[in-house]
C-alpha cells in the first residue's frame, strides 16, 4: 500500500514539477529535471528559430511551435516518469536492501524509490533532449545541402512541408535503439 501512494505521489508531482522551473544556483547531485519551457528553449537556442518552427509547427506561428514543443515534453516527462517507476519497481523487488542503500538519501532511505524514479526519469529526458537536438542538427545540414531533395525525401505531406520534423523524429528514433 505505501509503495502504491509513493507512485500515486511521483506521478502526481510529475507534470507540476516538469513545468517548474529549477531553483536558481542549485548545483550537485541533487540537480534537478530541467522544465519543459527551459528544454524547448535550449532546443530553439540550439537549431534556430527557423528549424524549431519546421520541427514543431512547420504552418503555424512561433506560438504554436513552442506550444507544440511543451506539449511534446510534458508527454516525454510523463513516459519518462512512467517507465522509471517501473525499472525502480523491479531493481526494488530484486534486492530490497541494496536498493535503499543505494537511492536512499535520508536517515532510514525510505525515500529510496522516489529518488530512484526522479534520477532515472531525469536521466531518460535528458537523452531524449540531446537525441533531439543531434537529429536536428543532422537534419538542418542535410536541408541545406539541398531543400528540394530533402522535402522529398521525408516529408509526406501535400506540400512536403513537415519534412523537417519527419526528419528529426526518424534520426532521433534511431539513435534510441
Given at each position: 500500500m505505501t509503495r502504491l501512494v509513493i507512485i500515486a505521489s511521483v506521478f502526481a508531482l510529475a507534470a507540476p514539477a516538469a513545468l517548474a522551473a529549477p531553483?536558481?544556483?542549485?548545483?550537485?547531485?541533487?540537480?534537478?529535471?530541467?522544465?519543459?519551457?527551459?528544454?524547448?528553449?535550449q532546443q530553439r537556442r540550439t537549431i534556430g528559430m527557423d528549424a524549431f518552427r519546421?520541427?514543431?509547427?512547420?504552418?503555424?506561428?512561433?506560438?504554436?511551435?513552442?506550444?507544440?514543443?511543451?506539449?511534446a515534453?510534458?508527454?516525454?516527462a510523463g513516459i519518462a516518469a512512467k517507465n522509471a517507476a517501473m525499472a525502480c519497481k523491479a531493481e526494488q523487488d530484486a534486492n530490497p536492501a541494496a536498493f535503499?542503500?543505494?537511492?536512499?538519501?535520508?536517515a532510514n532511505d525510505k525515500n529510496a524509490f522516489g529518488k530512484c524514479v526522479s534520477e532515472q526519469a531525469k536521466?531518460?529526458?535528458e537523452a531524449q533532449q540531446q537525441a533531439t537536438l543531434n537529429a536536428a542538427k543532422k537534419c538542418k545540414a542535410e536541408r541545406a545541402a539541398n531543400t528540394q531533395a530533402f522535402a522529398a525525401k521525408y516529408g509526406t505531406n501535400a506540400n512536403k512541408r513537415n519534412a523537417f520534423g519527419k526528419c528529426v523524429s526518424k534520426l532521433a528514433s534511431e539513435q534510441d535503439d
Open positions: 531553483p536558481t544556483g542549485q548545483q550537485g547531485a541533487q540537480a534537478t529535471t530541467p522544465s519543459a519551457a527551459e528544454l524547448c528553449k519546421a520541427l514543431y509547427a512547420p504552418s503555424g506561428k512561433p506560438k504554436a511551435a513552442m506550444d507544440e514543443c511543451l506539449k515534453q510534458k508527454s516525454i535503499a542503500a543505494k537511492y536512499g538519501k535520508n536521466d531518460s529526458v
